[in-house]
């Protein structure tokens, strides 16, 4: 096996859940040319993975298909399912194209591009018996390729940070990191809250908390930190780089299901995670040290971007909640608390 192409365009907690399957390629053809094929704005959080040879951006459908061509892959991977990676995937012209059988897929009609399929054997993607994790359904595509999973390894490069070093001078080196933002709606919890439970940690164990935002999210920050009565400031502009060094140096991380909640895991941030539409099972953090609130049981729109119903389960995570799984995860081990 000479040339892998991985095909996960977006969204960026799902490529990071991907990050494993390059470990693993890399672990089993130690010679082999890993490409990646990504969308512009996910690109950063690769630029980071060092088993990647190539991070391939989609500027146009029709060069980067030419592009793919000229690297004469031996087998593509998507990881995505969709119509628009399988067709990529095939159009590279590689041998082999593997994807995830029909049930597994989240547009059904991917399946004919592929020449390989494998099958994890449950309900389907978002089927409630399905209880294995996104990274563990992920590896699984490797089978066919004879390549055994592991331990799923993120093998993300360490950063130096200028905003990290700013924010760890200004709390005098002890922080919680909250991430009250989300592009799902119905996957924020309030700020509101957020800015309570910076109040909260500041007055239990003495550290301040960074209000994390992404774009168009600044407003959110802002009243994390308004209600946060002076326990709490807002992040400067950050990228992704300076997420993953401000995450490695953070005593605990709260975030809803969301890419920055992805990375700090990844990193081995300590997690506490809030979840209403998806389901921690599968889309949680990694550690078993990591602690989640979460309303997926009653949730009656999983996976879907809006609520239907006039009241979003997540309201129902009180502060108290959260406050009390901060308190399991520092007790199992949070660092610098």
């Given amino acids: 096996m000479n040339r892998i192409l991985l095909v996960r365009l977006g969204a960026l907690g799902d490529v990071v859940h991907a990050i494993p399957v390059a470990a693993a390629l890399r672990r ?36 980067a298909i030419a592009g793919l061509r000229r ?3 031996d087998v593509a991977i998507d990881l ?7 067709a990529l995937a095939r159009s590279s012209g590689a041998g082999r194209v593997i994807g995830f059988a029909t049930s597994y897929l989240r ?4 399946r004919p591009f592929y020449t390989e399929v494998y099958d994890p054997g449950c309900g389907g993607i978002y089927d409630p018996r399905e209880t294995r994790h996104v990274v563990q359904i992920n590896l699984g595509l490797l089978q066919p390729l004879g390549v055994a999973a592991g331990v799923p390894e993120f093998p993300i490069a360490p950063v130096d940070s200028a905003v990290a070093r ?23 919890w309030p700020a509101s809250r957020f800015g309570r439970v910076a109040a909260a940690l500041r007055e239990r164990y003495g550290v301040m908390s960074i209000a994390l935002w992404g774009d168009g999210e600044l407003a959110l920050a802002d009243q994390v930190v308004a209600h946060g009565d002076g326990a709490a400031l807002a992040s400067p502009p950050a990228s992704l780089a300076d997420l993953v060094a401000l995450a490695r140096g953070a005593s605990v991380v709260v975030s809803g299901d969301t890419g920055p909640m992805h990375i ?3 990193v081995g941030a300590p997690i506490v ?30 996976h879907l971007r809006q609520c239907r119903l006039e009241r979003m389960c997540l309201l129902d995570v009180e502060v108290g909640d959260v406050l009390d799984a901060i308190d399991r995860r520092i007790g199992a081990g949070s660092r610098g608390v």
């Avoid at 005098?172 to 996957?187: D, F, I, T, V």
Wanted: glycine fraction near 8%; charge should be positive.
């Fill in 166 to 188: 700013a924010m760890h001078k200004q709390t005098g080196g002890r922080y919680a990191l909250l991430n009250p933002g989300a592009r799902w709606p119905n996957k924020r």
């Fill in 28 to 63: 089993a053809f130690p010679a082999a040319r890993i490409d990646w094929l990504v969308n512009e704005r996910h690109r950063e959080i690769l630029d980071l993975v060092p088993v990647i040879d190539r991070r391939i951006v989609i500027h146009s459908v029709l060069g």
């Fill in 264 to 266: 700090a895991a990844a």
């Fill in 273 to 302: 995670g809030i979840f209403g539409p998806t389901r921690p099972s599968r889309n949680g953090p990694w550690s078993a040290n990591d602690v989640t609130v979460s309303r997926a049981e009653v949730c009656a729109c999983h």
């Fill in 71 to 73: 690297s004469q892959y």
């Fill in 107 to 110: 547009e059904r009609l991917a």
């Fill in 80 to 86: 995505q399912g969709l119509l628009k990676s399988a």
